[in-house]
T-cell receptor, first 114, second 112 residues
Framework: EAGVAQSPRYKIIEKRQSVAFWCNPI?????LYWYQQILGQGPKLLIQFQNNGVVDDSQLPKDRFSAERLKGVDSTLKIQPAKLEDSAVYLC????????????FGNGTRLTVT | GDSVTQMEGPVTLSEEAFLTINCTYTATGYPSLFWYVQYPGEGLQLLLKATKADDKGSNKGFEATYRKETTSFHLEKGSVQVSDSAVYFC???????????FGKGITLSVRP
């Protein structure tokens, strides 16, 4: 089966600019996750969708980050305006459903904010 | 809140050496435990998991046993290979809709 697709692979922007990341989950997976992985740290959940509804966005900095999953398939994560501390790898993952279904991760988007 | 603590790294071993990577956890409730691996240039992959106390997860020669009494889930392999060089993450999940909580990860380098 095709894996989780993410784009772009790399992005370099200046602070205060905006950026968007795209994720296409595995076909049929109802649950989609966005994680932020800062260098030297483990991934941290930003937002979890079940179909097109938000299940958990408690760690999403809502003043600058937004995410949507229209039609319960693809998802976009946006940062506006970006700060230096947003430099990280942004990982998208999907699972068949919530619970103990294994997560399948994409290769991530490496964001550098200068 | 839930948390995962991994031993400090990086770890460098010679090929065929024995590997132990320590992982301990704090959780409210009864977590499922996971080891994920990230090979260079690739995404995170599930390596193994255990869902209840005394379960042993195993895959690709790696093993980890869910120890409730010591709140640990240490990863072991009897003989590492160069191809095992990667970053290893311990993680936990409590409840059906809870998030996966990761440790900081540890980099393993295996030299020929």
């Amino acid at each position: 089966e095709a894996g989780v697709a993410q784009s772009p692979r790399y992005k370099i922007i200046e602070k205060r600019q905006s950026v968007a990341f795209w994720c296409n989950p595995i076909s049929g997976h109802a649950t989609l996750y966005w994680y932020q992985q800062i260098l030297g740290q483990g991934p941290k959940l930003l937002i979890q969708f079940q179909n097109n509804g938000v299940v958990d966005d408690s760690q999403l900095p809502k003043d600058r980050f937004s995410a949507e999953r229209l039609k319960g398939v693809d998802s976009t994560l946006k940062i506006q305006p970006a700060k230096l501390e947003d430099s990280a790898v942004y990982l998208c993952a999907s699972s068949w459903r919530a619970g103990n279904s294994p997560l399948h991760f994409g290769n991530g988007t490496r964001l550098t904010v200068t | 809140g839930d948390s995962v603590t991994q031993m400090e790294g990086p770890v460098t071993l010679s090929e065929e050496a024995f590997l132990t990577i320590n992982c301990t956890y704090t959780a409210t409730g009864y977590p499922s435990l996971f080891w994920y691996v990230q090979y260079p240039g690739e995404g995170l992959q599930l390596l193994l998991k255990a869902t209840k106390a005394d379960d042993k997860g195993s895959n690709k020669g790696f093993e980890a046993t869910y120890r409730k009494e010591t709140t640990s889930f240490h990863l072991e392999k009897g003989s590492v290979q160069v191809s095992d060089s990667a970053v290893y993450f311990c993680a936990l999940k409590t409840g059906a809709n809870s998030k996966l909580t990761f440790g900081k990860g540890i980099t393993l380098s295996v030299r020929p």
